[in-house]
Structures are given as structure tokens and as C-alpha cells.
């Protein structure tokens, strides 16, 4: 199947760390995305990882690949009010077009 | 200004009526996307198209056909509306780099009465 698995909700208090997992299908999917939705509004790509890497750190976020046991997960550092939002993660197919396959998302809320 | 603009953002219509969702874009991207999105379920491929000239069903294209118009437009259709219709709509486009990163617009909320 092309089920990409998600927590639906996370809790978090502000100036904690958030991690956001995700399990995907295909062990051959190329680039692994995470994506942000704000109330109101489309996605927006926060950052993807080739499935060569491991690890890959951009600012506050860190995005953890595990290709053995396709497990994505997304770090957020001092996590802050602005940060809650429905976050996806996305495989990227090594099939026909190369289509993404999206999570059901994860909905992180930040308490003051 | 947007790179990607869907009209309208809000929809309500009844049951049987035709609708159409416009999506336009000024990233210069060949590929664009439709996609729906309900709780839990996330987003799912409606339609795509590679060009003007190429245009191809998605995992869930029942009771919805698309017109690419030009480059720089997509518009889904509705023929005849029905209430699971509901939801989140969104169109997307996307880059010709390997990486193939996806550009949202800001979604059209359509409610079927």
C-alpha cells in the first residue's frame, strides 16, 4: 500500500522540544519532505532529505531518517506558539511520476 | 502576490449544481496539481498535469475533470456536485529540479449542500 502513517495530535508547552514521526512505504522513495500547514492557508515546504542522509539540521528543525525501519521523524527546538500547525510528511514515489504520498498529518499545538 | 492563487476561497453550493476552482500560478512551473484534503486522511491526488497537453487522473478523479488552460492554469470542475464532495481543495505546481518540491496554494474550502 501507499499508507504514510501519522500521529494525528501532539501537545507541547512552549520552549520544549516537539518530535513529529512519520512511517513511510516505499524503501526506494528518493526524497522525504516535510511540509507545514497554518490555519488558513496551503502547505509549505519546511525542508526534505535525500534518502542517502541521515540526519539533516536546518536552524531549529532536525530531520531523522531511519531507511531500515522507513521512519521519518521531525525535530523542533524551543518550540514556540507560531509553531503550531499541521505538519505532513511526504514520500516521493520511485515509480510512474514520481508522485508524493502524504501523511494524514500531525496537528501540534503549543501551550504558553 | 501569491506564486499560486486559487478562486474562489470559499464555496457553498448545493447538490447536482456545476463548480468550478481556478488555480493560477506565475512560478513558470510546467507541472500542477489538484488535491483534496479531509480530516484524518490527508491530502489525495485528484488530478495532474505535465503540460497543456498532458493531463492524467489521480487516485481519486471520479465526479471531477480539470482543464489546463494554459501554463500558468488549472481548473477543476465539479460537473454535478454532491455533499462527500465537501472539503479542502488545493492546487499545486510544481519545480522541474529533481527534487520535485510542491508549491500549495491557499486552498479553496467548497461545502456541498
Known amino acids: 500500500g501507499e499508507d504514510v502513517e501519522q500521529s494525528l495530535f501532539l501537545s507541547v508547552r512552549e520552549g520544549d522540544s516537539s518530535v513529529i514521526n512519520c512511517t513511510y512505504t516505499?524503501?526506494?522513495?528518493?526524497?522525504l519532505y516535510w511540509y507545514k500547514q497554518e490555519p488558513g492557508a496551503g502547505l509549505q515546504l519546511l525542508t526534505y532529505?535525500?534518502?542517502?542522509?541521515d540526519m539533516k539540521q536546518d536552524q531549529r528543525l532536525t530531520v531523522l531518517l531511519n531507511k531500515k525501519d522507513k521512519h521519518l521523524s521531525l525535530r523542533i527546538a524551543d518550540t514556540q506558539t507560531g509553531d503550531s500547525a499541521i505538519y505532513f510528511c511526504?514520500?516521493?514515489?520511485?515509480?510512474?511520476?514520481?508522485?508524493?504520498?502524504f501523511g494524514t498529518g500531525t496537528r501540534l499545538l503549543v501551550s504558553p | 502576490d501569491a506564486d499560486v492563487t486559487q478562486t474562489p476561497r470559499n464555496r457553498i453550493t448545493k447538490t447536482g449544481k456545476r463548480i468550478m476552482l481556478e488555480c493560477s500560478q506565475t512560478?513558470?512551473?510546467?507541472?500542477m496539481y489538484w488535491y483534496r484534503q479531509d480530516p484524518g486522511l490527508g491530502l489525495r491526488l485528484i488530478y495532474y498535469?505535465?503540460?497543456?497537453?498532458?493531463?492524467n487522473k489521480g487516485e481519486i478523479s471520479d465526479g471531477y475533470s480539470v482543464s489546463r488552460q494554459a501554463q500558468a492554469k488549472f481548473s477543476l470542475s465539479l460537473e454535478s456536485a454532491i455533499p462527500n464532495q465537501t472539503a479542502l481543495y488545493f492546487c499545486?505546481?510544481?519545480?522541474?529540479?529533481?527534487?520535485?518540491?510542491?508549491?500549495f496554494g491557499a486552498g479553496t474550502r467548497l461545502s456541498v449542500l
Open positions: 499545486a505546481t510544481s519545480d522541474p529540479g529533481i527534487q520535485n518540491i510542491q508549491y
Open positions: 516505499d524503501s526506494s522513495s528518493t526524497y
Open positions: 532529505i535525500f534518502s542517502n542522509m
Open positions: 511526504a514520500e516521493r514515489m520511485n515509480t510512474g511520476f514520481q508522485k508524493l504520498v
Open positions: 512560478k513558470g512551473h510546467d507541472r
Open positions: 498535469s505535465f503540460d497543456v497537453k498532458d493531463i
